[in-house]
């Protein structure tokens, strides 16, 4: 409704005062592994109505919105001095993503955004940046990595680009250097790559997937993994693949890592995502997955399916049918805070607990790979629980 320009600067203030301190509570969603909560932490009406409205009443004497937001979606994830720190990617209406720090003392509500979004410089012929991955390395400082992506100039195809990872660190989240992205020697293109948080033989790990084209995996397997020497100058020479794509499963089209791997003392457990194709296109799930302590190439557990997958409202955005994170934390007392986004449009949590995502990955049978081995697997779960229901009855 149109109203005198201080009497829609007051509804504009008001409205974004009750969105960012607006309460969440845990929903009734129950399967015993995480909870889901009530509403998003992050929404495009989070965004501070001074990074979208002019408020010089002589330039814009009609309180328009000069420059909008279009979603508030798949953010890094970080815990600090017993804050909740998230670097969230940040779309305009014109399609340019950005990375802006928001924080919180609560894990699942409160956030507000700093004053001003990040300036993380530019590499030649970038376009659009976008998904960070927070990790905080052991050599002491916080990395983000992100997608990086340029126009294909070898093409003509408007909408042809090239994807690689770009590369950032900080020590206190404000102020940001940019390294050189990373030069993956055996793979074309980079995306969905995350910094291992601790040195593997004195040098730097990343899981990486490789890709043959900007969508497309193409020959990429899966989920990959390499070294460099130097992280000013990164350049993987050899990657392995640890995670493979598999047939008629959750991973068929592509996987890719998600939030920066979870040290436990039974493993590190990565939290991932997974696409296959469908009718109406692709859909996007998580999924998670443990390696080795001593060598992150070498699963030794993962789950059948996936750990969340979108759920009503979530199933509806820009890009429907799709949960994707690039952010978890741990606090001091264990909890685990997962930060997924739905539908490329808003910014969820999914809470649980260390020791219960210890035993969801390691004690939750694995994929058997047909339909026939599933359903023994299956019908000798019912048998045991008929035994026990049963039981009980007597």
């Not at 997974?274 to 692709?282: E, I, P």
Request: with cysteine.
């Amino acid at each position: 409704m149109f109203k005198s320009y201080e009497e829609n600067l007051q509804n504009i203030v008001s409205k974004y005062e009750e969105v960012v301190s607006k309460k969440n509570k845990v929903s009734d969603f129950y399967n015993g592994i995480f909870n889901r909560y009530e509403n998003p932490v992050l929404t495009r009406e989070h965004i501070p109505y001074f990074w979208k409205y002019d408020l010089n009443k002589e330039t814009n004497p009609y309180l328009m919105e000069r420059l909008g937001i279009n979603a508030v979606f798949n953010a890094g994830a970080i815990y600090l001095n017993g804050k909740y720190y998230l670097v969230a990617r940040i779309e305009g209406y014109d399609r340019k993503s950005f990375f802006a720090v928001c924080e919180s003392d609560n894990p699942v509500s409160g956030f507000r955004f700093k004053n001003m979004p990040i300036d993380i410089g530019i590499c030649d012929g970038e376009t659009n940046v976008y998904d960070m991955r927070l990790t905080k390395h052991e050599d002491g400082y916080i990395y983000g990595v992100f997608c990086s992506e340029s126009k294909d100039t070898e093409s003509h195809d408007l909408s042809a680009a090239v994807a690689q990872a770009g590369i950032v660190r900080t020590k206190d989240l404000k102020k940001w250097e940019r390294l050189p992205n990373l030069v993956t020697k055996k793979s074309p293109q980079q995306r969905n790559v995350v910094l291992h948080p601790e040195f593997v033989d004195g040098k730097y790990a990343f899981y990486t997937r490789p890709m043959d084209g900007f969508i497309e995996t193409g020959s990429g397997g899966g989920i990959g993994f390499g070294l460099c020497d130097d992280i000013e100058n990164a350049v993987i020479e050899d990657e392995i693949i640890i995670n493979r794509r598999m047939y008629h499963t959750i991973t068929e089209s592509k996987n890719g890592a998600g939030a920066t791997p979870i040290k436990t003392d039974k493993g590190f457990i990565h939290i991932a995502h997974g696409v296959r194709n469908t009718a109406a296109g692709l859909r996007y799930v998580i999924y998670a997955f443990a390696t080795d302590l001593n060598d992150p190439t070498k699963v030794i557990a993962q789950p059948s399916g996936y750990l969340i997958a979108p759920l009503g409202e979530e199933r509806v955005g820009d890009v429907s049918n799709v949960v994707f994170t690039n952010g978890a934390v741990v606090n001091e007392k264990d909890e685990v805070y997962i930060y997924y986004a739905s539908s490329d449009t808003r910014l969820h949590v999914a809470s649980t607990t260390l020791s219960r995502l210890i035993d969801y990955v390691f004690n939750t049978p694995k994929d058997m790979y047909t339909s026939r081995a599933c359903v023994l697997q299956r019908n000798k779960m019912i048998k045991d629980n008929l035994e026990i229901i049963n039981g009980s009855n007597n």
